[in-house]
């Protein structure tokens, strides 16, 4: 019997590569880290990421995360990235390193190009 895949609460599509919002984090986390961005703005950039992971946790899912087991995951990588490049675009000051975030997290996927 094949399981009904479960789908992004942002964009309704199928969740291919089901990683929670916390293990998606803890990424950005160590990216912030190895860029030298300094403390007081990573501290300021985790406290509205952990914010919005709070806020997708709210939703019941039954898919498990492949790296942890956690059983919320509700977003796709696309969608959780897209909000990520939208806390970094406010803010860090140096546009370089969001730039750097798009080329590292492969943000070019979902971007339109006009």
Not at 50 to 71: M, R, W
Not at 80 to 86: D, Q
Request: charge should be positive; glycine fraction near 2%; aromatic fraction near 12%.
């Amino acid at each position: 019997m094949v399981k009904e895949s479960q789908l992004c609460n942002q964009c309704a599509q199928v969740i291919t590569n089901p990683v929670c919002a916390r293990c998606f984090s803890r990424h950005v986390v160590y990216w912030l880290v190895d860029k030298n961005v300094s403390n007081k703005n990573r501290d300021e950039i985790i406290k509205k990421i952990y914010n919005y992971v709070l806020e997708t946790e709210k939703t019941h899912s039954d898919t498990s995360c492949i790296f942890c087991g956690f059983d919320r995951v509700n977003l796709c990588t696309y969608c959780f990235n897209f909000k990520v490049l939208g806390i970094l675009n406010k803010s860090l000051k140096d546009e370089s390193l969001v730039k750097r975030f798009q080329e590292d997290f492969d943000t070019s996927l979902w971007t339109i190009q006009i």
